[in-house]
T-cell receptor
Framework: NAGVTQTPKFRVLKTGQSMTLLCAQD?????MYWYRQDPGMGLRLIHY???????AKGEVPDGYNVSRLKKQNFLLGLESAAPSQTSVYFC??????????????FGPGTRLLVL | KNQVEQSPQSLIILEGKNCTLQ??????????LRWYKQDTGRGPVSLTI?????NTKSNGRYTATLDADTKQSSLHITASQLSDSASYIC?????????????FGTGTRLTIIP
């Protein structure tokens, strides 16, 4: 049982390049989330999904897109990376109702540097 | 605007000592409050979740308290160990109309020295 895994662990991009971050969970969770963590700020929700085939915007969705084609996977895409997207990205998953007391399980994070 | 403030920003204590971390929030309407532990370079790990009706919850050497009237929470660590060195994040969930929203604090960085 690997829990929540993220690929890649670290990536350097040039401004304007695109990339996809992959999140996978093996706990059969319905809900999945993408957060970013920046120095001096709390984690901020980018996008989330309440089930296979669904996605919704979070607090800071601009510049990102997501897809949930399979229940166990949640992809975060950057179409044209900007230096402001330099951050650590965390994926999380949970069983049920979003924020309703259900524990969120986090992945190890992806460090992204945009030059 | 919902806010979660944690204090102190950082704390250094000797191994074996106790410590208490604070969390004040202005989140309405309140649903639950969580404490997470985040080791350097890792994702956050849940320690406790407390709803409105709970005023204390323990997880091993970690004990969280909640005062919903004053909108304050604390995390008490007993007999600290080197492995307790981490950031501790307070997270508050609101229960507004529609989807709930989590507001994350910026964390307290705790360093345990031998």
């Amino acid at each position: 049982n690997a829990g929540v895994t993220q690929t890649p662990k670290f990536r350097v991009l040039k401004t304007g390049q695109s990339m996809t971050l992959l999140c996978a969970q093996d706990m059969n969770h319905e809900y999945m989330y993408w957060y970013r963590q920046d120095p001096g700020m709390g984690l901020r929700l980018i996008h989330y999904s309440v089930g296979e085939g669904t996605t919704a915007k979070g607090e800071v969705p601009d510049g990102y897109n997501v897809s949930r084609l399979k229940k166990q996977n949640f992809l975060l895409g950057l179409e044209s990376a900007a230096p402001s997207q330099t951050s650590v990205y965390f994926c999380a998953s949970s069983y049920g109702f979003r924020g309703g007391g259900e524990t969120q399980y986090f992945g190890p994070g992806t460090r992204l540097l945009v030059l | 605007k919902n806010q979660v403030e944690q204090s102190p920003q950082s704390l250094i204590i000797l191994e074996g000592k106790n410590c208490t971390l604070q969390c004040n929030y202005t989140v309405s309407p309140f649903s639950n409050l969580r404490w997470y532990k985040q080791d350097t370079g890792r994702g956050p790990v849940s320690l406790t979740i407390m709803t409105f009706s709970e005023n204390t919850k323990s997880n091993g050497r970690y004990t969280a308290t909640l005062d919903a009237d004053t909108k304050q929470s604390s995390l008490h660590i007993t007999a600290s160990q080197l492995s307790d060195s981490a950031s501790y994040i307070c997270v508050v969930s609101d229960k507004g109309f529609g989807n709930e929203k989590l507001t994350f604090g910026t964390g307290t960085r705790l360093t345990i020295i031998p």
